[in-house]
């Protein structure tokens, strides 16, 4: 089991960093790339594990992927697609490993397959619940099976899922109970192999790469208040194979603003970030607690609006709490815990509501959080739709020893508190970072954060 060691300094931290690929994008870009009818060019792809099972799961399907060198002297991926009907049976069960996003988009493709799969995944995903993408595949058509686990009804992978034994799915029409990108995203990827339009009602905005990404790839995808539809009537079902470029992960960056925002010293600057309306919540929070967080050089990269964003060392002085719920929950899931460290540092109590969500992530993120907290000295109150945090303002964090349970967005948040501590911190467990951000020590150390990595 692998730690951290961090060691508050009083100079606080300063500097420029790149944001890795976005994880999200990254999976999204492996599985259509699979599906394009030709060579798709992928710049940015992250180096995380879990990009690298969606990268195994499209070559384990048909797809050959190749590393070449970039128009701009960077690492590319060329993926030879093979269309929308051109996928091959796998040879074994297709291990998703953590990746809890690349198990539930890899079923909504493989409901719309003639021959069955496995999706398996580790201890962690292997927790995760799966029937509200198994609901929506089996009202297709498709065959989507799971083991029972401790919630009555409930399917836990390992998943088999296979698509109907003679023709294509049919269409539907779904509303989600609650709002999740990776469940639309499931239900419109099985809509390519449906013979009838697909349509997916959602209680508020979620991640909306898959519909943006269909539509720059040619897919017949359109929007309308809450609704995305995807209707194949007139489409020669064929997916445009034109070159993706993965923007900066807004969650990675999230660590370096925190570490900017809790410890102070100098400005912060973070490269190429996306900065795509449903995952700018965690910088609609920021705002609403007193940061200020600017961005620069805004443009458009394959689809996706990017930024540089800037952290004056001024950004941290005057925090507040606030409370954080609705769509901005939504938009900032995988940032709460990590907001919740900058809340600690607020005047006054956050109140973090409507983030039920977190019970269902790598951890019970709301448990996870709270202990993370609560290690640091912090004050909180955990409640059934979230928690508060009681913040100590300019009052440093006490040093803690903070078990991250396996679960890589509590170990990179604890990381961050430790910097606020007036004395070393130990974080244990810490190994899943590398399947979204392997770079984040050497990230955070070249900021100025004294820490190191131990066996």
């Known amino acids: 089991m692998t730690s951290y060691i961090i060691e508050p300094d009083r100079a606080g931290v300063a500097g420029e960093v790149g944001a890795p690929g976005d994880k999200s994008i990254g999976h999204r870009a492996a599985i259509l790339a699979a599906l394009a009818s030709g060579e798709v060019s992928i710049t940015g792809m992250g180096r995380g594990e879990d990009n690298r099972r969606s990268l195994g799961a499209a070559e384990a399907l048909g797809a050959e992927i190749s590393v070449h060198r970039g128009a701009g002297g960077g690492e590319a991926l060329r993926v030879h697609g093979v269309g929308l009907d051109g996928l091959a049976a796998p040879r074994g069960p297709i291990d998703c490993g953590n990746a809890g996003t690349a198990m539930r988009l890899l079923a909504g493709i493989l409901a719309g397959q003639n021959f069955g799969s496995e999706l398996v995944g580790d201890a962690s ?218 809340a600690a540092r607020a005047a006054g109590d956050t109140d973090f509501r409507d983030a039920e969500e977190l019970r269902y992530k790598e951890s019970d993120r709301i448990a996870t959080t709270t202990e993370m907290l609560r290690g640091f000295g912090v004050e909180v109150e955990e409640h059934a739709g979230g928690f508060r945090v009681r913040g100590r303002g300019a009052k440093p964090l006490a040093p803690a020893r903070v078990d991250a349970a396996g679960d890589h967005r509590i170990a990179m948040s604890a990381a961050v508190a430790a910097l606020a501590a007036d004395g070393p911190t130990r974080v244990d467990d810490v190994d899943n970072v590398a399947t979204s951000f392997p770079e984040f020590p050497a990230a955070l150390g070249s900021l100025g954060a004294q820490i190191r990595t131990v066996d």
């Not at 009537?233 to 064929?238: F, V």
């Open 125 to 342: 995903l292997s927790r995760r619940p799966m029937r509200r993408i198994g609901d929506p595949l089996t009202a297709m058509g498709a065959s989507v099976t799971g083991r029972e686990g401790q919630r009555p009804g409930e399917i836990y992978p390992p998943l088999s899922v296979r698509g109907p034994r003679r023709g294509r799915l049919a269409g539907l029409d779904w509303t989600l109970d609650v709002a999740s990108a990776q469940v639309k995203s499931a239900i419109l990827l099985a809509g390519l192999f449906a013979e009838g339009a697909v349509s997916v009602s959602e209680p508020g905005p979620t991640r909306d790469h898959t519909e943006r990404m269909l539509a720059y790839l040619g897919a017949p995808v359109s929007r309308d208040k809450g609704r995305v539809t995807l209707d194949p009537a007139g489409w020669d079902r064929r997916l445009e194979p034109r070159p993706l470029a993965v923007p900066g992960d807004p969650s990675a960056a999230a660590f370096a603003v925190a570490a900017g925002l809790v410890a102070g010293g100098g400005d912060i600057a973070v490269r190429g970030v996306c900065v795509n309306d449903t995952r700018t919540g965690f910088f609609d929070a920021l705002a609403t607690m007193g940061a200020r967080i600017e961005r620069r050089n805004e443009r458009h990269e394959g689809g996706e609006p990017v930024a540089d964003l800037h952290v004056p060392a001024s950004a941290g002085e005057g925090l507040r709490g606030a409370e954080i719920g609705g769509d901005v929950v939504v938009r900032a899931i995988d940032e709460i815990p990590i907001l919740a460290v900058v």
